[in-house]
């Protein structure tokens, strides 16, 4: 049996998405494009991503591989650690040390995906005794959670202490408020079978609808909000992320290697060091980093497979 081409098409699609979060392809047209885009559908991407994960994991975990699992994520966090110290290390270096204990802790921009994961993954496989009702609900109250402090932060209701979180978004983007939710909704996701039970034109109807969410719910805090909050944590998201992932598990259709997984991860991984130097010294616009972002990721992954090192690196 082979991989999904759907699953690994949308991760793909996603990961492009993520750069653009970071170098939005749309910079110059406006407010709108960038909540519907930057602030809006690119947000599916973190979600999507811990959904399979999720549903991955919940394999492993029916293996008796579960905590192999944890190792894997936790060791790829660590190389990509290593791996970033270069770009990280002109910031770092000058930083107090509660800072610098943090980014080891959190991880370096986007890797803190990577930390939160293996955080969640960790979580699931010491739960996973656990009725499928039961995890629905600590899915449902930690997701439920990061709503309340996304939204109250975003309508000037909370003001969390910046001397206590020091990055703005760790408040309500962290591994309990966004992978732990997601990631038990792709393990059940594969525990229950949804994917085999629910009707495919349905799903794919409502995840439309779902993505259709995410940008309105944008639009609306970007332009209602009086504070200004990175838009991570959305009620929409919870709808059309899960949505999208039954939906790519429902759609026939297999790859026998691979290549596109590696592509959609090493893409994620890698933007960030063109991002992070194009920003720092140059005055390019958004767009051209953009581009430059997606070529060089592309070309270090294909680098890291020529090397035969995409098991070990994505």
């Known amino acids: 049996m082979g991989r999904s081409r759907a699953v690994d098409l949308l991760k793909l699609a996603l990961a492009l998405m993520v750069v653009g979060i970071h170098a939005s392809p749309l910079a110059g047209l406006g407010n709108t494009a960038r909540l519907i885009s930057a602030e809006g559908l ?23 591989r579960g905590w192999h699992f944890v190792k894997r994520a936790a060791l790829l966090y660590a190389i990509w650690m290593v791996i970033y110290i270069p770009v990280a290390w002109p910031i770092w270096s000058n930083a107090p040390w509660r800072q610098k204990f943090f980014t080891l802790v959190i991880g370096y921009w986007h890797l803190w995906y990577l930390s939160g994961f293996a955080l969640a993954a960790a979580v699931a496989v010491l739960l996973a005794h656990w009725s499928a009702a039961r995890l629905a609900v600590l899915a449902g109250a930690t997701l439920g959670a990061g709503l309340a402090v996304f939204y109250g932060m975003s309508l000037g209701l909370i003001f969390p202490d910046p001397d206590l979180f020091m990055d703005p978004l760790l408040p309500h983007r962290n591994a309990l408020f966004v992978c732990v ?34 940008m ?36 026939p259709g297999a790859v026998t290697d691979r290549t596109l997984g590696d592509y959609a991860s090493g893409i994620y991984f890698l933007h960030v060091a063109f ?36 098991r070990r690196l994505l």
């Open 181 to 214: 939710p997601f990631l038990l909704m792709g393990l059940l996701i594969r525990r229950l079978d949804l994917a085999a039970r629910l009707p495919r034109g349905a799903v794919l109807a409502l995840a439309g609808l779902g993505v259709l969410l995410v």
């Open 42 to 64: 690119f947000r599916l991407g973190v979600p999507v991503f811990l959904l399979f994960n999720g549903y991955y994991l919940q394999g492993a975990i029916a293996a008796g």
């Open 216 to 251: 309105a719910e944008s639009l609306v805090l970007g332009n209602f909000a009086p504070i200004g909050v990175s838009h991570d944590t959305m009620l929409s998201l919870g709808l059309a992320a899960p949505l999208l992932a039954i939906a790519a598990l429902q759609w």
């Open 275 to 310: 991002c992070a130097y194009s920003y720092r010294y140059t005055d390019l616009p958004s767009p051209v980093i953009y581009v430059i972002a997606v070529a060089g990721a592309v070309a270090g992954t294909w680098a890291i497979r020529r090397a035969g090192l995409e």
